[in-house]
């Protein structure tokens, strides 16, 4: 059987040089040296194959050194080039988040670094984007979930990032910006959220069998023929829709962030957010449902999800006001009545993303799979009683608040 060729052989020094020479905007740096290796643990935090390269190179007469994280754009499922992804994500980064940043850095905003910097993009010889190694810069990955004062660290970044994108929106900046609306759910449904109603079939008819709770069983059964509709109709809202516009993340997951921690790594000082393949314009209150049940631990959420939800408001609006805002800022009242609005994907979450929080990264690779394996895995999450202890005491406020309905 003949080797497979190797896909990165382009990934040499003379592409190195040219990624530097546009970064620097110094046509005479020549690289001397580079060590390329693939990065497992990055593409958890990516959701694409990483590459991390040290560069070694000649700049205004000195030798310099610089790390770099090398991100091909591929399909989870099928290892193509996902253009569509590809073009959202850079489209964002160059046209919203190096914006954003360098509006916040302009404003004397503390810790105004949204993500690693971009410093090179291309489509040749395949989609690829090269952004600055921050974990070179004291920012490293972290699994689990967060305690309450380093949630609040959290929700203050997005905050941030937030009105930033709020500014820039509202000053007239979306119509530069193309299609905005590669989100979780689109008009016509995706491998994911396919996989998504599958679990929600599943969960339903494990509901249906824990005693006392037939009513809610019955509840979420009614919602899944409209379980695409409702989800697509939260992530493409008209401009009529009355709803606050922001740039949300899309997937903002602990494993999507990169941290700084203090000298004794007790506490979280700041957070850098990588991945933007599912990022968006729509209400903030998708990033704030994802803050609420997979950054925050349970303590976190269920004893302080209004002090939680008032700090991010408070920092939403000192921001705007730093970074010179002076149009309409979304009142408390708006931002509460959005999470309603959108309740329905707070059911989603719950039920579709936070089983896997207790589950193994390669048990729940698995779970994509269709086989009467992988159904029966999801089943036995269901169960898990962590899982039940969460799901349970929310069913009643799902139902009180119409999410179900």
Not at 305 to 311: F, K, N, T, V, W
Not at 333 to 362: M, Q, R, T, W
Request: proline share 4%; with cysteine.
């Amino acid at each position: 059987m003949p080797a497979k060729k190797d896909p990165t052989t382009w990934l040499n020094s003379a592409f190195f040089e040219r990624v530097l020479r546009e970064a620097t905007e110094d046509a005479s740096v020549t690289v001397e040296d580079f060590f390329i290796n693939l990065h497992a643990n990055a593409a958890e935090h990516y959701a694409s194959t990483i590459y991390k390269v040290h560069v070694s190179y000649q700049h205004q007469g000195q030798m310099e050194f610089v790390a770099l994280v090398v991100k091909l754009i591929a399909s989870k499922t099928d290892q193509k080039p996902d253009d569509s992804a590809f073009e959202n994500e850079l489209n964002l980064y160059k046209n919203l988040v190096s914006p954003m940043q360098k509006m916040l850095k302009k404003a004397g905003v503390a810790d105004a670094q949204l993500a690693p910097n971009l410093l090179y993009a291309s489509t040749e010889p395949q989609p690829v984007i090269i952004l600055e190694d921050a974990q070179s810069l004291d920012y490293e990955t972290r699994k689990g979930l967060f305690d309450l004062e380093n949630s609040k660290v959290i929700c203050a970044k997005l905050a941030k990032f937030h009105a930033a994108s709020y500014k820039l929106l509202q000053d007239g900046e979306r119509d530069t910006l193309g299609n905005l609306s590669h989100g979780l759910f689109q008009a016509k449904p995706t491998k994911g959220t396919r996989f998504m109603k599958e679990s929600f079939n599943i969960f339903t008819e494990e509901l249906a069998k824990w005693e006392g709770f037939e009513v809610y069983a019955e509840k979420f059964k009614n919602l899944l023929p409209n379980f695409y509709v409702r989800g697509a109709q939260i992530y493409n809202q008209s401009d009529s829709s009355g709803m606050i516009k922001v740039l949300n993340h899309g997937d903002f997951h602990y494993n999507n962030m990169l941290m700084r921690l203090d000298e004794n790594r007790s506490s979280l000082q700041d957070i850098l957010l990588v991945d933007f393949t599912l990022s968006f314009c729509g209400s903030p209150a998708v990033d704030l449902f994802y803050l609420l049940y997979l950054v925050c631990e349970g303590e976190a959420r269920d004893g302080h999800r209004q002090e939680l939800i008032a700090l991010y408001h408070q920092q939403l609006v000192a921001t705007l006001e730093q970074i010179g805002h002076t149009g309409p800022v979304p009142t408390l009242a708006e931002l509460n009545e959005d999470l309603i609005k959108c309740g329905f994907l707070e059911v989603v979450i719950v039920v579709c993303f936070v089983p896997f929080l207790y589950a193994s990264f390669l048990a729940a690779q698995n779970t994509f799979d269709s086989c009467k394996d992988a159904t029966q895995y999801r089943r036995q999450l269901y169960n898990n009683p962590k899982y039940r202890e969460i799901i349970e005491p929310l069913l009643p406020m799902f139902l009180q608040n119409g999410a179900l309905d």
